[in-house]
């Protein structure tokens, strides 16, 4: 199993940045793609941003598209979404999520939250 730790979140005023983290542990040789998604209040959770484990290759939504990057440190099976010029409907409790199993993800972390002011 795969244990996610994530890290960074906070309050921030809209323009601002901030650098969130995810630590994995355990059997992280199992992953094919790691990934942050968040869930703002009264929505539904959305898709943020994906790296493939090898290769790496990114993927974006659309709606942080331009102002989010994806990255990843394999010594240290940790990876970063750095999120620039931010704006309110950023806020969300951001979450980890790892696919060991090929096609979906399927292991998550407990989530951090973000909250940007006007």
């Known amino acids: 199993q795969v244990q996610l730790v994530e890290s960074g979140g906070g309050l921030v005023e809209a323009g601002g940045s901030l650098r969130l983290s995810c630590a994995a542990s355990g059997r992280t040789f199992s992953c094919y793609a790691m990934g942050w998604f968040r869930q703002a209040p009264g929505k539904e959770r959305e898709f943020v941003a994906a790296?493939?484990?090898?290769?790496?290759?990114?993927h974006y939504a659309d709606s942080v598209k331009g102002r989010v990057t994806i990255s990843r440190d394999n010594a240290d099976n940790t990876i970063y979404l750095q999120m620039n010029s931010l704006r309110p409907e950023d806020t969300a409790v951001y979450y980890c999520?790892?696919?060991?199993?090929?096609?979906?993800?399927?292991?998550w972390g407990q989530g951090t939250r973000v909250t940007v002011s006007s």
């Open positions: 790296i493939m484990w090898s290769g790496g290759s990114t």
């Open positions: 999520a790892v696919d060991t199993v090929g096609d979906d993800f399927d292991v």
